[in-house]
């Protein structure tokens, strides 16, 4: 080890308290301070400094609560080195913050590392927030999306915010690097007191490492009513520390108090702006305010939403919310901005690019729906049902071959019997969304009603069994018809027709613990073949679209199969 390395924990935390005491006695002359009558500007000046100095201060908390290298990064990363040095116009104080950011760049940090680190981050904050809310909910009133309106848009601040642990051995630093900053903690303590107490700066605005404790454990809270009265019992000592104001406004929206969360937002937004470059937080809390706005027929919605492009644009939750508010006001121009920010930094680009297509398909534009479309990969990420919105804008002569392929292979029906009782069963890709829908099926004698369904490889399988009112015995058709009624959507009618090139092999030979899941012959009997059915037609709201795939593509258009695997449906009623 270099002897630089080895005596880098002494060396920055004392440069920490140096540039400490720099800044505060930089933002305001003691003349100012000591004066009983205090300008607006100076206390603003003041407000700042203090902020910025809870900022650093809770890095170097984090650093030597878990002192590992993807730490060390995310926090040199997202807030020391991202910090807006305008707000310091002390050429002495920016010249020791920089050797500050350059004795944690000596921690040896590989690129392999930095780019496993980033995929952590990448897995540990990556959610699904519904592609149907971009897709089919477009155009549905925000009472049908209140769920999302609660969750909301994180940040990197909700997941730094989560209980701190060790990482694996592989991101350790050298122990040695961090002893001493360890052992030195009550010492800076203390010079930390000292200074606040000589500028005269108040005590209730600086923040110390109990504070920053006591946070953390709050946050660990499930229960989000206790939380909020935990947080306000932080909120004394809480004044200058923007992410307390982001923690109790995200509370407020989870427990769906929309006007105190609101509130929150915009106080957050006048203490905490103009202290980093990119304000991943602030920008996630104007696409929260936006979404609540807009819940509440705000017309402030869209100019909230707005504003979050001038505050950070690498939020890929904060754009694609963003983006739905601005598109419900016909901003498309801007949410197709923001939308495309993901996509050309590869921010979660699969859901980026659904909401898109959405945008597209709202906008009525078809020519960069079609070009979208012609993506197959793009396709299979669409919800079915906002897919045939799509082919129904387009028309049957414009939807692309591929997508066209891709829908008739997405859905199958095989007819079981279980003594002398018919049934159904239906596999279908998951985009369907089987599981939101009404559905029903008639072959014109009879009618048959949901009954249960399990996921299955790639999919869902779906069970249907005679309505009450319906005959039960009797051969099934040669031609089935589906319907299924999405909240907020036209009734989607699909037609299937009997595939006599494709027998389906059903009832292997199982073992007597194992009984097939819609009835039929026993276990252990001689296997039976079974005819499929495959989509034919499907109509949606004036569009007919007829399907038919071609055998020569039997590979890449492989139709889902039910699995009868014999298990008992748990969803069943």
């Not at 720099?22 to 500007?41: F, G, I, K, R, Y």
């Not at 005819?531 to 679209?545: A, F, N, P, T």
Request: glycine share 6%; charged share 25%; net charge negative.
């Amino acid at each position: 080890m270099t002897e630089t390395m080895r005596h880098f924990p002494f060396r920055f935390v004392m440069m920490w308290s140096l540039f400490l005491a720099c800044l505060m006695v930089s933002s305001v002359s003691s003349q100012e301070l000591n004066s009983p009558d205090v300008t607006p500007a100076t206390e603003a000046s003041r407000r700042n400094t203090a902020v910025t100095l809870n900022y650093c201060r809770a890095a170097l908390h984090r650093i030597r609560r878990a002192p590992s290298k993807k730490i060390l990064l995310e926090e040199q990363q997202r807030i020391l080195n991202n910090l807006d040095l305008n707000q310091i116009d002390d050429p002495e104080v920016i010249t020791l913050y920089r050797s500050i950011l350059d004795e944690i760049g000596q921690v040896e940090i590989s690129d392999r590392e930095r780019v496993v680190i980033g995929e952590q981050y990448t897995r540990g904050a990556q959610r699904k927030m519904g592609t149907d809310f971009f897709v089919i909910g477009a155009q549905a009133a925000t009472g049908q999306v209140g769920s999302m309106i609660q969750s909301g848009a994180n940040s990197w601040w909700d997941h730094r915010s989560t209980q701190i642990k060790r990482d694996s051995d592989l991101w350790q630093v050298e122990k040695t690097q961090f002893t001493t900053l360890m052992t030195r903690s009550s010492t800076f303590l203390d010079s930390f007191w000292k200074l606040s107490r000589k500028n005269e700066i108040p005590d209730r605005w600086l923040l110390r490492d109990q504070d920053l404790d006591q946070l953390t454990q709050t946050l660990e809270e499930q229960d989000p009513e206790r939380r909020l009265r935990m947080l306000a019992r932080l909120e004394r000592f809480m004044e200058c520390y923007p992410p307390y104001w982001y923690y109790v406004a995200r509370t407020h929206q989870q427990l769906g108090n929309s006007d105190e969360a609101v509130k929150t937002f915009q106080r957050l937004s006048e203490i905490g702006q103009g202290h980093f470059r990119q304000d991943d937080m602030l920008a996630s809390s104007m696409a929260n305010m936006a979404l609540i706005q807009e819940s509440l027929k705000d017309p402030e919605a869209a100019r909230t939403a707005a504003r979050a492009f001038n505050y950070s644009t690498r939020n890929w939750e904060a754009n694609l919310v963003c983006a739905w508010v601005l598109g419900r006001h016909a901003e498309y121009r801007d949410a197709e901005d923001l939308i495309l920010c993901n996509m050309d930094d590869g921010l979660e680009t699969e859901q980026s690019s659904v909401a898109l297509v959405s945008l597209y398909f709202h906008s009525a534009d078809k020519p960069h729906l079609k070009r979208l479309l012609e993506d197959e990969a793009i396709v299979k990420r669409i919800p079915i049902p906002g897919l045939l919105l799509c082919a129904r804008l387009l028309g049957p002569d414009d939807l692309p071959r591929g997508a066209e392929t891709y829908l008739a292979s997405t859905l199958t029906a095989v007819p079981r019997t279980s003594g002398r009782m018919n049934a159904i069963s239906v596999a279908a890709a998951r985009s369907w969304k089987l599981s939101d829908a009404e559905a029903s099926i008639t072959d014109g004698t009879h009618t048959f009603q949901y009954a249960g369904h399990r996921a299955i490889d790639e999919g869902l399988e779906v069970s249907f069994t005679p309505a009450l009112e319906s005959r039960s015995d009797g051969e099934v058709g040669t031609t089935l018809r589906m319907t299924l009624q999405y909240p907020s959507t036209p009734a989607i009618r699909i037609v299937l027709a009997q595939d006599n090139e494709d027998e389906v092999a059903v009832n292997d030979q199982r073992g007597s613990s194992r009984l097939p899941l819609f009835g039929g012959s026993l276990p252990g009997r001689t296997r039976q073949t079974q005819k499929m059915y495959r989509i034919q037609e499907i109509e949606v709201d004036g569009l007919r679209l007829s399907l038919r795939p071609e055998p020569v593509s039997t590979d890449e258009i492989r139709a889902l199969k039910p699995m009868f695997s014999g298990e008992v449906d748990s969803t069943r009623g």
